[in-house]
């Protein structure tokens, strides 16, 4: 019995392919919309995921603040020197401890010139982040103490300022401090966010301090443990060192974050939840929009076929059989919207996917829920038109015209 | 064949609308029809005859008096038990046929079958057997674009008796046939009555159609106004 109702339905629905496919188009937008949207936004987290895991998994960073979503604090106290020499001085297994401080600038070197972010640091931030020097050479202990200037930049700035010449031993001004340039870092391309890593300028903490940031203090800090050293005992013992230092009681809440990759990944997933919910929003309505055209076509359909009930309610089909008909060609319709939909976003995805270089990862729930609850609008709006049918009155269905 | 009454109206009325403008179009009717007769109603329109067929259909429940099938009192019966009185002892035969469109003579067929839930082949075997019995075999996969009036007609009935139903409820079977065609349908009638002891109640307007059976009813006004038996003046056809 099922069977026939499915191929009755498939029936009435193939006997207007065009008219079936306009009517279902809200619900296939909708779908591929949502489809298409998740799909992408699975593919970035993914890649950035990745990159971050790539950076090292023994990296902390130390920034004031508690960070996430929506907590970023801009009003925690900054780091001071102190604070950089007492890490380095009573924190045990570290590698690398380097203070930064970001600011962006205007570069110039022989007529070009280019604007690019300037970060103020030590040579320990190259150990950090494992970055080698294509050319040069690291900053020297007088440079790193700011009695003397000097200037490592990345692939892009020296494109943009050297174009294939060799800049080393060559000056640049950046916002009118001279300073000439000891090397050349190794290029990184973009990152996960996007944006072009080589696309710098790292001058000394001191230096930049004085002349781009006008400040004593550090916003951040980034640290590498030794290979084999924990990162959690680390983390513990910089926590409470600079718990101490910045004079935090006991039982109340940290105003600074050390975190390590994985829990700046978590993070960065935790703004896809707020993505996720705005997605829903979209789904919804578009949903709504759709059930509202099923329900509108499936209300002309019963209309049309007034005679043709008439003529199965005569002949012994219950209400009951003639409301599962039409509810069953009302969600085969949305479930036809829903796969359409769902093979449209996929289709999508994967040409945008390939477009911006990230991986396609299809998440199987989004697919099922999609699949569930365009069945459901079938079930939700097709329920009024098939009560209605099932409601005729066979008299007067039969001499309906 | 005939034996005891089948179908009876006691004291049957029907009524439409309200107060002033009532229309009274079944007026107090006794009726008993016997299993295996073959009956005619006839009467202008607006005199009821419609509305009995109705009500003996099944389509309808009179306002007043009982409508007794097969002994057992319908009234209070639900639109489910209506429909299952339909599905079981009816079969429906229309003026203008009322096949589905698009749809081959055997599905046309097999519909009533469908809802009974009955298997895809079982179905499809009395399918047959039922087209073959109107004379349409060999036109089974036809759809009905592809028949003549007269076969579209077959395709009704045979959809009718597909069910073997104890009553075969004809309502102006030959009113958009010509004159041929609805003396071949009229003689299948004859023959389904008579050779499978089916009861036929046919609404016509027509005289010569109305003289195939074997009892007569006119209805004028709300009335029963005559209710003769009738000389089987076709028998020399058969």
Redesign the interface.
């Known amino acids: 019995?099922f069977f026939?109702t499915a191929k009755l339905a498939w029936r009435a629905i193939s006997?207007n392919m065009l008219r079936s496919f306009l009517t279902v188009l809200g619900v296939v937008i909708g779908v591929a919309a949502v489809i298409a949207m998740v799909t992408v936004g699975n593919g970035t987290t993914a890649k950035v995921k990745d990159e971050l895991s790539r950076l090292g998994t023994n990296t902390l960073f130390v920034r004031p603040g508690q960070w996430g979503p929506g907590r970023a604090s801009t009003e925690a106290k900054r780091f001071t020197d102190k604070d950089v020499e007492a890490i380095q001085a009573q924190v045990s297994g570290l590698r690398a401890v380097a203070p930064i401080n970001r600011g962006t600038a205007t570069v110039i070197a022989s007529g070009a010139n280019h604007s690019t972010s300037v970060i103020g640091t030590t040579g320990d931030y190259l150990i950090a982040q494992d970055w080698d020097l294509a050319l040069g050479r690291q900053f020297l202990a007088n440079e790193d103490r700011g009695s003397r200037a000097a200037c490592i930049i990345g692939e892009t700035v020296r494109k943009e300022l050297f174009g294939a010449a060799n800049p080393v031993g060559q000056n640049i001004r950046v916002s009118n401090v001279s300073c000439p340039v000891v090397g050349v870092l190794a290029v990184k391309g973009q990152s996960g966010m996007g944006d072009d890593q080589d696309d710098t300028v790292v001058m000394p903490l001191k230096l930049h301090q004085r002349r781009i940031g006008g400040t004593t203090t550090i916003s951040s800090i980034i640290l590498s443990a030794q290979d084999g050293i924990s990162t959690a005992k680390v983390q513990a013992d910089v926590e409470s060192l600079l718990r101490e230092r910045r004079r935090i009681g006991i039982g109340r809440e940290d105003d600074f974050s050390v975190n390590d990759m994985s829990q700046i990944a978590a993070a960065m997933t935790g703004t896809t939840v707020l993505l996720t919910g705005l997605l829903g929003a979209v789904a919804a309505v578009s949903l709504l929009v759709g059930g509202i055209g099923i329900m509108n076509i499936m209300l002309v359909s019963v209309t049309e076929r007034t005679?043709?009930i008439?003529?199965?309610?005569?002949?012994?089909?219950?209400?009951n059989?003639v409301l599962t008909q039409f509810l069953v060609e009302a969600v085969m319709l949305s479930i036809f919207g829903g796969v359409t939909g769902i093979l449209t976003g996929l289709a999508l995805a994967y040409a945008v996917v390939s477009l911006l270089d990230v991986p396609f990862v299809v998440s199987p729930t989004i697919v099922l829920l999609a699949f569930a609850f365009s069945a459901a609008i079938g079930m939700i709006f097709g329920y009024f038109p098939a009560r209605r049918a099932a409601q005729l009155n066979?008299?007067e269905a039969?001499r309906h015209e | 064949m005939i034996g005891s009454s089948l179908i009876a109206f006691q004291q049957v009325s029907k009524f439409y609308g309200r107060g002033e403008a009532t229309i009274r179009a079944l007026d107090k009717i006794d009726l008993s029809i016997r299993a295996g007769e073959f009956v005619s109603i006839m009467g202008p329109s607006g005199s009821g005859k419609s509305t009995a067929m109705n009500i003996i259909g099944g389509l309808d429940l009179p306002s007043s008096g009982e409508y007794v099938f097969q002994g057992i009192p319908t009234s209070g019966f639900s639109r489910a038990q209506l429909t299952l009185l339909r599905r079981h002892m009816l079969g429906f035969v229309f003026q203008g046929f009322n096949l589905l469109a698009r749809t081959s003579a055997v599905e046309n067929v097999e519909l009533p079958l469908v809802y009974r839930g009955m298997d895809h082949r079982e179905r499809r075997r009395l399918a047959l057997a039922a087209l073959e019995q109107v004379g349409l075999k060999g036109r089974e996969h036809h759809t009905t674009q592809e028949l003549s009036g007269g076969q579209q007609q077959r395709v009704a009935i045979a959809r009718a008796i597909v069910t073997d139903p104890a009553v075969l409820l004809a309502d102006e079977p030959t009113g958009n046939l010509d004159t041929k065609t609805s003396v071949e349908i009229m003689e299948l009638i004859t023959r389904l009555n008579r050779e499978n002891g089916i009861t036929v109640i046919m609404v016509t307007h027509e005289e010569d159609i109305a003289a195939y059976g074997k009892r007569l009813l006119r209805f004028v006004d709300g009335h029963l106004a005559s209710d003769q038996a009738q000389a089987k003046e076709h028998d020399h056809v058969l």
Do not use: V
């Not at chain 1, 008439?310 to 209400?319: Q, S, V």
């Open positions: 019995m026939e006997r005679r043709e008439g003529i199965r309610l005569a002949i012994g089909a219950l209400e059989q066979p008299i039969l």
